[in-house]
C-alpha cells in the first residue's frame, strides 16, 4: 500500500483549500439545497459540513493501512489487498470522469469513490461470510456524500465502482481458497477487536440522516 502518497495528496488538497477557500464556498452554495432529511447538530451548519467533508476524505489512508494491518493479521491479505489497491488507485489515478476537478472538492469525489467500494465489497463478504470485512460504518457518510456530489455525478462513480468490483471479484474468488478456515479468520476475535475504534462516522462529526423525513 502507497498511502504516503494519499496523504501527501490530500496535505495538497488542504493547503490549496486553505488558500482558496472553494470547498466552504461550494458547501454553502449547497446547503439551502440539501435534502431535509440530512440533519446537522449544530448551528454552524456551514463548519459542520465542511468538517465532514474533511474527515471524510482524511479517513480514506487511515482505513487502507488498518484494513491491511487486519488482513495481513488475519491471513487474509491475498484476498483483500487487490480490493485496497484499487481503493488508492482512485486516488493517484483517478478516472477520467474526474477530470478538471481539484483540491478538497476532488478528493470528496475521490473518498467517494474509494468508501463506496469498501462498501460494496462488504456487502459481498456479507452474502458470502456472514459479515463485513471492514465494521466500519460508513453507509450514511457515504449517502450523505453522494447528496454533496450531486446525483447525476454521484450515479457515474457508482458506476466506476460496480464496474471495477465486476472485474476484480465475483463468485470464482471465493472459491479459490477454504471457505471455512477463511470465515474462521475473518471471526477472529483479534479481527473484530482492531474494528472497535471505527465509530460511526457522521453521527460522530454531528451530522445524521433522518430517511423518515419528507423530501
Same mark, same amino acid.
Given at each position: 500500500?502507497?498511502?504516503?502518497?494519499?496523504?501527501?495528496?490530500?496535505?495538497?488538497?488542504?493547503?490549496?483549500?486553505?488558500?482558496?477557500?472553494?470547498?466552504?464556498?461550494?458547501?454553502?452554495?449547497?446547503?439551502?439545497?440539501?435534502?431535509?432529511?440530512?440533519?446537522?447538530?449544530?448551528?454552524?451548519?456551514?463548519?459542520?459540513?465542511?468538517?465532514?467533508?474533511?474527515?471524510?476524505?482524511?479517513?480514506?489512508?487511515?482505513?487502507?493501512?488498518?484494513?491491511?494491518?487486519?488482513?495481513?493479521?488475519?491471513?487474509?491479505?491475498?484476498?483483500?489487498?487487490?480490493?485496497?489497491?484499487?481503493?488508492?488507485?482512485?486516488?493517484?489515478?483517478?478516472?477520467?470522469?474526474? *477530470?478538471? =476537478?481539484?483540491?478538497?472538492?476532488?478528493? /470528496?469525489? !475521490?473518498?467517494?469513490? +474509494?468508501?463506496?467500494? $469498501? #462498501?460494496?465489497?462488504?456487502?459481498?463478504?456479507?452474502?458470502?461470510?456472514?459479515?463485513?470485512?471492514?465494521?466500519?460504518?460508513?453507509?450514511?457518510?457515504?449517502?450523505?456524500?453522494?447528496?454533496?456530489?450531486?446525483?447525476?455525478?454521484?450515479?457515474?462513480?457508482?458506476? *466506476?465502482? =460496480?464496474?471495477?468490483?465486476?472485474?476484480? /471479484?465475483? !463468485?470464482?474468488?471465493? +472459491?479459490?481458497?477454504? $471457505? #471455512?478456515?477463511?470465515?474462521?479468520?475473518?471471526?477472529?476475535?483479534?479481527?473484530?477487536?482492531?474494528?472497535?475504534?471505527?465509530?460511526?462516522?457522521?453521527?460522530?462529526?454531528?451530522?445524521?440522516?433522518?430517511?423518515?423525513?419528507?423530501?
Amino acid at each position: 500500500m502507497n498511502t504516503a502518497a494519499l496523504r501527501e495528496q490530500i496535505s495538497r488538497a488542504h493547503h490549496h483549500e486553505a488558500s482558496t477557500g472553494l470547498l466552504a464556498l461550494q458547501l454553502e452554495k449547497q446547503l439551502p439545497h440539501l435534502h431535509s432529511a440530512i440533519s446537522l447538530a449544530e448551528r454552524d451548519r456551514n463548519g459542520v459540513m465542511t468538517r465532514f467533508v474533511t474527515a471524510y476524505i482524511d479517513l480514506v489512508p487511515d482505513l487502507l493501512d488498518a484494513a491491511n494491518d487486519v488482513a495481513r493479521a488475519a491471513g487474509i491479505e491475498s484476498q483483500i489487498k487487490p480490493v485496497l489497491k484499487i481503493a488508492e488507485h482512485f486516488f493517484l489515478q483517478p478516472p477520467s470522469i474526474m *477530470a478538471g =476537478h481539484e483540491g478538497l472538492e476532488s478528493l /470528496l469525489d !475521490e473518498a467517494y469513490l +474509494a468508501h463506496r467500494l $469498501v #462498501e460494496e465489497v462488504n456487502d459481498l463478504y456479507i452474502k458470502h461470510f456472514g459479515q463485513p470485512l471492514i465494521p466500519a460504518d460508513t453507509t450514511v457518510a457515504n449517502l450523505i456524500a453522494h447528496q454533496l456530489i450531486g446525483e447525476a455525478f454521484a450515479n457515474q462513480l457508482d458506476e *466506476a465502482v =460496480h464496474l471495477a468490483v465486476d472485474e476484480m /471479484l465475483n !463468485e470464482e474468488s471465493f +472459491a479459490l481458497e477454504s $471457505v #471455512e478456515r477463511y470465515r474462521e479468520k475473518l471471526r477472529s476475535p483479534n479481527t473484530e477487536a482492531a474494528w472497535k475504534r471505527w465509530p460511526c462516522l457522521s453521527r460522530q462529526l454531528g451530522v445524521e440522516l433522518a430517511l423518515d423525513q419528507p423530501a
